[in-house]
């Protein structure tokens, strides 16, 4: 049997004859118009929902590498007591604050890169952003404290600049002065003198965050109650400078029993800040930040 060879034409034809009659191969039209919407519109979708979990989980890590910080101060706080028998390092107010007598510098000696974890990493060290209704140097909820700019540095803070506060009822009541001059503190007898003396310390902030180099914050329903200035979140105050929605409207501390942990704007007089403290609800409304 002799096979004939196929003839152009005869390709050619039942070529056309395998295709259905009215339809085009989807190679020849690419992607239409509604093709390329539709995938526009579901990227658009895509990066929508992944946006604000992208932003919780930076939200997180800065959360984390605050309590970090806090949690190696805390251990900084722990030598030095051990060093000094258990008590805690004194305010020096008798002749003139003094930076060389702040727990900043008392502190840094125990500690590498002490400059950069006094600082969370929710704020930022700027001039412009600072608050000046109450001084110069004051911080705010994003803006830490201190002015390391000005030469030879400033006042009684020197270089020192941060964005944590120091409970300053945790005092040992004497002076760290060259000078050994002693110091009466008001209402000497609510301040805790030397760590084993907390009673409770898992309740006991040490240092939080706030928009002050310290607090002498205030729940004792018998004494003075922390008061909200004009502004709560960046004027002078014992609550005002802890009330600082800094972390989801609260703030992280490192409690006297070196845990961290994070408190709710609200629930900050329910904390034993000094020897008299008693958990109250907040004395005034708290303003949205």
């Not at 030598?79 to 390092?89: E, G, P, R």
């Not at 502190?107 to 969370?120: A, G, S, T």
């Not at 070196?258 to 609800?281: C, F, H, V």
């Amino acid at each position: 049997m002799v096979v004939m060879p196929m003839s152009v034409s005869d390709m050619d034809r039942n070529t056309r004859s395998t295709r259905t009659p009215g339809k085009t191969a989807r190679r020849d039209q690419g992607f239409t118009l509604v093709e390329m919407l539709l995938v526009v519109s579901l990227i658009t979708i895509l990066i929508a929902l992944l946006l604000p979990a992208l932003g919780n989980a930076k939200g997180i890590s800065r959360r984390v590498q605050c309590q970090s910080n806090l949690n190696n101060l805390g251990q900084s706080v722990y030598q030095y007591s051990t060093d000094w028998y258990h008590k805690i390092f004194p305010y020096d107010n008798a002749t003139g604050l003094h930076y060389d007598t702040f727990w900043m510098t008392l502190l840094e000696e125990y500690h590498n890169d002490f400059d950069e974890m006094r600082l969370c990493p929710e704020t930022i060290m700027d001039q412009a952003g600072q608050s000046l209704a109450y001084a110069p140097g004051w911080g705010t909820v994003e803006v830490g404290w201190g002015q390391p700019w000005v030469t030879n540095g400033w006042g009684f803070l020197g270089t020192n600049y941060g964005s944590y506060v120091w409970n300053s009822w945790m005092h040992s009541g004497r002076t760290a002065h060259k000078q050994g001059v002693s110091v009466n503190l008001q209402d000497d007898q609510k301040h805790w003198k030397n760590l084993k003396a907390v009673k409770i310390p898992s309740t006991t902030p040490m240092l939080t965050d706030g928009t002050w180099v310290d607090t002498w914050f205030q729940n004792n329903p018998n004494g003075a109650i922390s008061s909200p200035p004009a502004n709560l979140f960046s004027v002078n105050s014992a609550a005002g400078r802890v009330c600082v929605s800094r972390h989801d409207r609260g703030v992280i501390h490192v409690m006297a029993d070196g845990s961290t942990k994070w408190t709710q704007l609200e629930d900050l007089w329910q904390l034993t800040w000094n020897t008299e403290s008693q958990p109250m609800a907040p004395p005034f409304d708290l303003p949205e930040q």
